[in-house]
């Protein structure tokens, strides 16, 4: 069983469109809206594809009644913890290439006592799990250290707490303790706060952060691949040939990575096989991982640490 966190879920309403005029009308194409958040959308990911996931999240009655039965169509457990406000909407507007344009709202302003709440049942509803998945932003009026209170209150969480943020919370999550960071590239030349030119600047950054409390680094890199560093460095790409949506692929890369056990090469193939999976659909869901994907995946332990990546902090 794999349980995830999700404090600012959302509800994406995805829109392909034939091009994208800025400034002018655009017409849909089509119009999909799904129950989502990245760690709604992992546990999405790891039962479609067969696996045992559960889905902790904030919401008022009504919202928490439209989570509960989507995300029960999918075979996925889901456990509310209810707040005043009602989850935010997320726009992605998606074109024939899979370029895609995200517009997302704050989310609803969160109290303290419910922070704590959702921290307390994140821990309580993990009990029986393998991994405790936190991943997303964070709603206003959150503490920047919610995911580094859930780690001093998840029993065993350098070995089975994984977390997927960015900015504050990213930055408040240094030096604690836990299994996995999964920071894009982005995210993770801003944490350190500079620049990083390539795929061993990458690793370097990494190591210093896993000295610093994170056991394992899995850094997300779009069409570069992925590399995690932990006791063993490894790289792997998975070229896709069907790009029709981007979003949601880090989440399908970490759900299969868990899936696979969450640590090691093999691990780190399964994910890629997954975010290959992913991009194919125009909606947040992937579609479920086939063998073509897996054969697609090349994973090496001799990673190309000259290869440029340049990315800014």
């Not at 935010?88 to 709440?117: F, H, I, W, Y």
């Not at 991994?131 to 997303?136: D, E, M, Q």
């Not at 408040?172 to 706060?193: D, S």
């Not at 890369?253 to 290959?276: D, K, Q, V, Y």
Request: with cysteine; charged share 20%; hydrophobic share 45%.
């Amino acid at each position: 069983m794999i349980t995830t966190l999700t404090p600012n879920p959302s509800l994406d309403r995805t829109l392909s469109v034939d091009r994208l005029d800025r400034g002018g009308v655009t017409r849909a194409t089509r119009v999909r809206v799904e129950c989502s958040g990245k760690g709604v959308n992992v546990a999405r990911a790891l039962s479609r594809n067969g696996h045992a996931a559960r889905a902790v999240l904030p919401a008022n009655d009504d919202d928490a009644r439209a989570f509960v039965s989507s995300l029960a169509a999918d075979g996925t457990g889901a456990c509310t913890v209810g707040i005043r406000g009602s989850v935010r909407a997320c726009l992605a507007l998606v074109e024939p290439d899979g370029t895609t344009t995200k517009v997302n709202e704050p989310g609803p302003e969160m109290s303290m006592s419910e922070a704590q709440d959702l921290v307390s049942a994140a821990v309580d509803t993990a009990a029986d799990s393998d991994w405790l998945v936190a991943s997303g932003s964070l709603p206003p009026g959150a503490p920047a250290d919610l995911y580094t209170q859930l780690a001093a209150a998840l029993p065993g969480a350098d070995r089975r707490l994984a977390v997927d943020t960015s900015g504050a919370a990213l930055d408040a999550l240094v030096g604690t303790p836990c299994a996995l960071a999964k920071p894009n590239l982005a995210e993770l030349a801003n944490v350190i706060g500079r620049r990083l030119r390539t795929v061993g600047e990458v690793i370097e950054v990494a190591e210093i952060l896993r000295r610093g409390g994170w056991s394992s680094v899995l850094v997300s890199m779009g069409q570069l691949g992925a590399v995690l560093v932990a006791d063993e460095v490894c790289y792997g790409v998975a070229p896709a040939t069907e790009v029709r949506n981007t979003v949601g692929a880090g989440d399908a890369l970490l759900g299969g990575f868990l899936s696979a056990g969450g640590r090691g090469p093999a691990a780190l193939a399964e994910g890629l096989a997954w975010a290959r999976a992913a991009v194919r659909s125009t909606d947040t869901l992937g579609e479920a991982v086939a063998d073509h994907d897996r054969r697609a995946v090349q994973v090496t332990a001799d990673p190309p640490r000259d290869r440029g990546v340049e990315v800014f902090a």
